[in-house]
Protein backbone atom coordinates (compact mmCIF):
# COMPACT_ATOMS: atom_id res chain seq x y z
CA UNK A 1 0.00 0.00 0.00
CA UNK A 2 1.10 3.59 -0.86
CA UNK A 3 2.50 5.75 2.12
CA UNK A 4 1.12 8.74 0.76
CA UNK A 5 -2.53 8.58 -0.93
CA UNK A 6 -4.27 11.47 -2.41
CA UNK A 7 -7.82 11.42 -3.36
CA UNK A 8 -9.18 12.42 -6.08
CA UNK A 9 -6.57 11.74 -8.72
CA UNK A 10 -8.82 13.17 -11.10
CA UNK A 11 -11.23 16.22 -11.35
CA UNK A 12 -12.88 18.12 -13.62
CA UNK A 13 -15.15 21.05 -12.21
CA UNK A 14 -16.39 24.37 -13.33
CA UNK A 15 -14.88 27.89 -12.29
CA UNK A 16 -16.81 29.22 -9.02
CA UNK A 17 -17.27 25.60 -7.60
CA UNK A 18 -15.81 24.29 -4.35
CA UNK A 19 -13.28 21.83 -4.34
CA UNK A 20 -11.63 19.76 -1.58
CA UNK A 21 -8.25 17.43 -2.53
CA UNK A 22 -7.81 15.13 0.76
CA UNK A 23 -4.51 13.70 1.13
CA UNK A 24 -3.69 10.38 3.40
CA UNK A 25 -0.21 9.27 4.64
CA UNK A 26 1.01 6.16 7.09
CA UNK A 27 4.07 7.20 7.45
CA UNK A 28 3.95 9.21 11.03
CA UNK A 29 4.91 12.23 9.74
CA UNK A 30 4.44 15.65 11.47
CA UNK A 31 5.24 17.51 8.39
CA UNK A 32 2.60 17.98 5.68
CA UNK A 33 2.73 19.88 2.62
CA UNK A 34 0.96 20.51 -0.12
CA UNK A 35 2.54 21.83 -3.77
CA UNK A 36 1.03 22.61 -7.09
CA UNK A 37 2.84 21.82 -10.10
CA UNK A 38 2.69 23.40 -13.55
CA UNK A 39 4.34 23.06 -16.85
CA UNK A 40 7.86 25.18 -17.15
CA UNK A 41 7.89 26.24 -13.34
CA UNK A 42 8.35 23.34 -10.85
CA UNK A 43 6.84 22.68 -7.65
CA UNK A 44 5.46 25.68 -5.72
CA UNK A 45 4.29 25.41 -2.49
CA UNK A 46 0.81 26.70 -1.67
CA UNK A 47 0.67 25.73 2.41
CA UNK A 48 2.62 23.31 5.30
CA UNK A 49 1.86 22.11 8.66
CA UNK A 50 4.27 20.98 10.75
CA UNK A 51 1.83 19.35 13.11
CA UNK A 52 -2.06 19.10 13.60
CA UNK A 53 -3.77 22.54 13.86
CA UNK A 54 -0.55 23.84 12.83
CA UNK A 55 -1.09 26.09 9.36
CA UNK A 56 1.96 27.94 7.37
CA UNK A 57 1.44 29.91 4.44
CA UNK A 58 4.00 29.29 1.15
CA UNK A 59 4.72 30.85 -1.85
CA UNK A 60 1.28 30.78 -3.73
CA UNK A 61 -1.65 30.48 -0.75
CA UNK A 62 -4.23 33.21 -2.23
CA UNK A 63 -7.49 31.38 -3.47
CA UNK A 64 -6.38 28.42 -1.36
CA UNK A 65 -7.38 27.24 2.21
CA UNK A 66 -6.10 24.22 4.47
CA UNK A 67 -6.93 22.20 7.06
CA UNK A 68 -5.03 19.71 9.65
CA UNK A 69 -7.39 18.14 12.01
CA UNK A 70 -5.10 14.80 12.32
CA UNK A 71 -1.55 13.72 12.13
CA UNK A 72 -2.22 11.39 9.21
CA UNK A 73 -4.64 14.11 6.88
CA UNK A 74 -4.10 17.28 5.43
CA UNK A 75 -6.87 18.58 3.00
CA UNK A 76 -6.82 21.62 0.37
CA UNK A 77 -9.89 23.42 -0.46
CA UNK A 78 -10.24 25.62 -3.46
CA UNK A 79 -13.68 27.62 -2.30
CA UNK A 80 -14.49 29.33 -5.47
CA UNK A 81 -12.32 27.13 -8.35
CA UNK A 82 -11.37 29.19 -11.61
CA UNK A 83 -9.34 28.26 -14.45
CA UNK A 84 -5.88 29.30 -13.51
CA UNK A 85 -5.87 26.58 -10.99
CA UNK A 86 -5.61 23.78 -13.62
CA UNK A 87 -3.05 21.86 -11.99
CA UNK A 88 -1.21 19.48 -10.72
CA UNK A 89 -1.09 19.17 -7.25
CA UNK A 90 1.11 17.08 -4.80
CA UNK A 91 1.20 16.32 -1.13
CA UNK A 92 4.08 15.39 0.50
CA UNK A 93 5.25 14.35 3.99
CA UNK A 94 8.47 15.08 5.92
CA UNK A 95 9.46 14.08 9.66
CA UNK A 96 12.61 15.80 11.05
CA UNK A 97 14.92 15.62 8.08
CA UNK A 98 14.41 17.06 4.73
CA UNK A 99 13.49 14.51 2.66
CA UNK A 100 9.88 14.75 1.70
CA UNK A 101 7.81 11.74 0.35
CA UNK A 102 5.40 12.45 -2.44
CA UNK A 103 1.61 11.61 -3.28
CA UNK A 104 0.33 10.48 -6.60
CA UNK A 105 -0.79 13.60 -7.36
CA UNK A 106 -4.50 14.94 -8.34
CA UNK A 107 -4.67 16.47 -11.64
CA UNK A 108 -7.41 19.39 -11.29
CA UNK A 109 -8.88 20.91 -14.14
CA UNK A 110 -11.21 24.29 -13.64
CA UNK A 111 -13.55 25.01 -16.98
CA UNK B 1 17.33 35.19 -10.33
CA UNK B 2 15.39 32.52 -9.82
CA UNK B 3 16.12 31.29 -6.46
CA UNK B 4 17.15 27.11 -7.94
CA UNK B 5 17.70 26.89 -11.51
CA UNK B 6 18.45 24.43 -14.20
CA UNK B 7 18.88 23.89 -18.03
CA UNK B 8 15.02 22.46 -18.88
CA UNK B 9 16.97 20.57 -21.91
CA UNK B 10 15.73 17.83 -23.33
CA UNK B 11 19.05 16.03 -23.31
CA UNK B 12 18.85 13.87 -25.46
CA UNK B 13 21.74 11.13 -25.29
CA UNK B 14 22.27 7.64 -26.72
CA UNK B 15 22.10 4.47 -23.96
CA UNK B 16 25.90 4.19 -22.31
CA UNK B 17 26.20 7.72 -22.57
CA UNK B 18 27.81 10.02 -19.67
CA UNK B 19 25.58 13.03 -19.15
CA UNK B 20 25.89 15.91 -16.53
CA UNK B 21 23.33 18.63 -15.21
CA UNK B 22 24.29 21.30 -13.36
CA UNK B 23 21.86 23.51 -10.97
CA UNK B 24 22.36 26.90 -9.53
CA UNK B 25 21.00 28.31 -6.11
CA UNK B 26 20.71 31.61 -4.74
CA UNK B 27 20.09 31.29 -1.15
CA UNK B 28 24.05 30.74 0.12
CA UNK B 29 22.46 30.03 3.63
CA UNK B 30 21.01 26.79 2.42
CA UNK B 31 22.07 24.00 3.88
CA UNK B 32 20.52 20.77 2.94
CA UNK B 33 20.40 19.83 -1.43
CA UNK B 34 18.85 17.00 -3.25
CA UNK B 35 18.44 15.36 -6.60
CA UNK B 36 14.97 14.20 -7.32
CA UNK B 37 13.58 12.17 -10.41
CA UNK B 38 10.16 12.56 -11.84
CA UNK B 39 8.66 10.36 -14.11
CA UNK B 40 6.03 11.83 -16.71
CA UNK B 41 2.43 12.73 -14.98
CA UNK B 42 3.98 11.06 -11.73
CA UNK B 43 5.32 12.37 -8.20
CA UNK B 44 8.79 13.31 -7.27
CA UNK B 45 10.75 10.41 -5.92
CA UNK B 46 14.31 11.46 -3.81
CA UNK B 47 16.90 10.29 -5.93
CA UNK B 48 20.02 11.32 -3.52
CA UNK B 49 20.68 13.62 -0.96
CA UNK B 50 23.97 15.83 -1.86
CA UNK B 51 26.42 15.97 0.59
CA UNK B 52 29.30 18.94 0.72
CA UNK B 53 32.02 15.88 0.19
CA UNK B 54 30.06 14.57 -2.84
CA UNK B 55 28.69 11.54 -2.99
CA UNK B 56 27.81 8.64 -5.41
CA UNK B 57 25.26 5.87 -6.12
CA UNK B 58 25.66 3.30 -8.12
CA UNK B 59 26.00 5.48 -11.29
CA UNK B 60 24.74 8.38 -10.01
CA UNK B 61 26.88 10.86 -8.41
CA UNK B 62 26.43 14.57 -7.23
CA UNK B 63 28.77 16.92 -6.09
CA UNK B 64 28.17 20.52 -4.45
CA UNK B 65 30.08 23.68 -5.04
CA UNK B 66 29.12 25.82 -2.01
CA UNK B 67 31.47 28.55 -3.38
CA UNK B 68 29.74 29.04 -6.68
CA UNK B 69 26.69 27.56 -5.52
CA UNK B 70 26.09 24.95 -7.73
CA UNK B 71 24.90 21.11 -7.86
CA UNK B 72 25.80 18.86 -10.51
CA UNK B 73 24.55 15.32 -11.60
CA UNK B 74 26.27 13.09 -13.17
CA UNK B 75 25.11 10.16 -14.68
CA UNK B 76 27.24 7.20 -16.47
CA UNK B 77 26.20 4.66 -18.18
CA UNK B 78 22.96 6.06 -19.27
CA UNK B 79 19.95 2.99 -19.42
CA UNK B 80 16.55 4.19 -21.79
CA UNK B 81 14.87 3.55 -17.78
CA UNK B 82 16.69 7.06 -17.11
CA UNK B 83 14.63 9.00 -19.03
CA UNK B 84 13.04 11.40 -17.06
CA UNK B 85 12.70 15.04 -15.32
CA UNK B 86 15.48 15.74 -12.98
CA UNK B 87 14.85 18.35 -10.27
CA UNK B 88 17.43 20.16 -8.16
CA UNK B 89 16.04 20.80 -4.44
CA UNK B 90 17.93 23.67 -2.18
CA UNK B 91 16.23 23.81 1.42
CA UNK B 92 15.48 27.33 2.70
CA UNK B 93 16.89 28.93 5.40
CA UNK B 94 14.72 31.82 6.45
CA UNK B 95 12.14 32.11 9.46
CA UNK B 96 9.72 29.56 7.31
CA UNK B 97 11.26 26.30 6.22
CA UNK B 98 10.77 25.35 3.11
CA UNK B 99 12.47 23.40 0.08
CA UNK B 100 12.73 24.70 -3.12
CA UNK B 101 12.68 22.96 -6.22
CA UNK B 102 13.78 23.79 -9.68
CA UNK B 103 11.70 23.43 -12.91
CA UNK B 104 13.65 20.40 -13.91
CA UNK B 105 16.26 19.33 -16.55
CA UNK B 106 14.61 17.05 -18.68
CA UNK B 107 16.28 13.56 -20.04
CA UNK B 108 16.03 11.43 -22.99
CA UNK B 109 18.01 8.33 -23.46
CA UNK B 110 17.69 7.11 -26.98
CA UNK B 111 18.57 3.40 -27.81
Known amino acids: DADVTQTPRNRITKTGKRIMLECSQT?????MYWYRQDPGLGLRLIYY???????NKGEISDGYSVSRQAQAKFSLSLESAIPNQTALYFC??????????FGPGTRLTVL | RKEVEQDPGPFNVPEGATVAFNCTYS??????FFWYRQDCRKEPKLLMS???SGNEDGRFTAQLNRASQYISLLIRDSKLSDSATYLC????????????FGSGTRLLVRP
Open chain 1, 92 to 101: ATSQSTDTQY
Open chain 1, 27 to 31: KGHDR
Open chain 1, 49 to 55: SFDVKDI
Open chain 2, 27 to 32: NSASQS
Open chain 2, 50 to 52: VYS
Open chain 2, 89 to 100: VVNWMDSSYKLI
